[in-house]
Structure formats: C-alpha cells, structure tokens
C-alpha cells in the first residue's frame, strides 16, 4: 500500500491520509491523481511511526483522522487494518472514505477500527448533504456512525 500525502484541516480538526490507487474512475474525483496504486510512499512501520509523531505532535489540533484516497478499499485489506490498528493508539476519531455502498462488502474487521464510514461513489451533482458536520459533496452519500450499526 502507499500514501499518497498527508495534510493537516485545522477547519476540521482533522489529519487526512490519502491513500494511493482507484479503478473507479469518477468522472470530477477529487483526486485523480491518486488512480495510481505506486503514487507517493510505501507503507511499512517507519512510515506508520513518522505519521503516528506527526499526529501525536500536534495531538491538541486534531481530533479526528480521514482515510481517503484513492480508494482505502481497493488495498491490500490486511495492510489496510495494520495501518488502522497502529493509528488506533493515537485515540482519534477515524474515518474512512469509500465509494463503496454496500457494507455488507466491506471487511467486518475494519470496523474494529473506524469510528465513521463514509459510503457512497462520488456522483456529480449541484447539491450537497451535511452528515456530522461534514459536507458531502454527492447527495447518494452517507457517513455512518460505526458504533449505532450492529456490525461488530
């Protein structure tokens, strides 16, 4: 798995991971140059470990963490849950962004580890929807609270 980049949103309180590779193709995706699985940075502890400091230096300006992509589930899902079990520890909010709609597909065992999931293909529309606070930009997605789904 790589990463593509990180970035801070004081807006949101939020430390974003953004990680590489995508088959969907969304046509207006926000990040397109992500489509491709070897953009950015191999994935192994030394890597977890500068993010996990990055996170934990400046651990009073984030409260929560994004996983967005590329697409988080299109990775090899036990490098996906590695990652998320590591930044686990630093007792944020995480989130995952998907284009998938069904969590019947989604891995079981990812939700040991998020907090939120945002579901739902980008899909270019004029209107947005607002789910705990944030804004989606496609009016067919929704982002769950992972604790109220019985999934676990």
């Known amino acids: 798995m790589y990463i593509g980049g ?4 004081l807006k949101r309180r939020t430390y974003e991971i953004y ?3 995508c088959t969907r193709r969304c046509e207006g995706c926000h990040n397109p140059q992500l489509w491709d699985f070897e953009v950015g940075e191999k994935v192994d ?3 977890i470990n500068k993010l996990i400091n990055t996170i934990n230096d400046a651990t009073n ?7 967005v992509g590329g697409e ?5 899902i036990d490098e996906l849950i590695y990652l998320l ?9 995480i989130w995952l962004f998907t284009h998938y709609d069904n969590l019947s597909l989604i891995p ?11 579901c739902g293909e980008f899909i270019k529309d004029s209107t947005s929807i607002v ?3 944030i804004e989606l930009a496609s009016t067919n997605q929704i982002i769950y609270k992972v604790s109220d789904l019985n999934i676990i």
């Open 6 to 9: 990180t970035e801070f949103s």
């Open 19 to 21: 990680v590489s590779g």
């Open 45 to 47: 502890d030394n890597y």
């Open 61 to 67: 300006l984030i409260d929560n963490i994004f996983i």
């Open 72 to 76: 988080p589930l299109e990775q090899p």
């Open 85 to 93: 079990k590591k930044l686990k520890i630093t007792n944020k909010k």
């Open 108 to 118: 079981k065992e990812l939700f040991n580890y998020i907090d939120y999931i945002k």
């Open 131 to 133: 789910y705990y606070g």
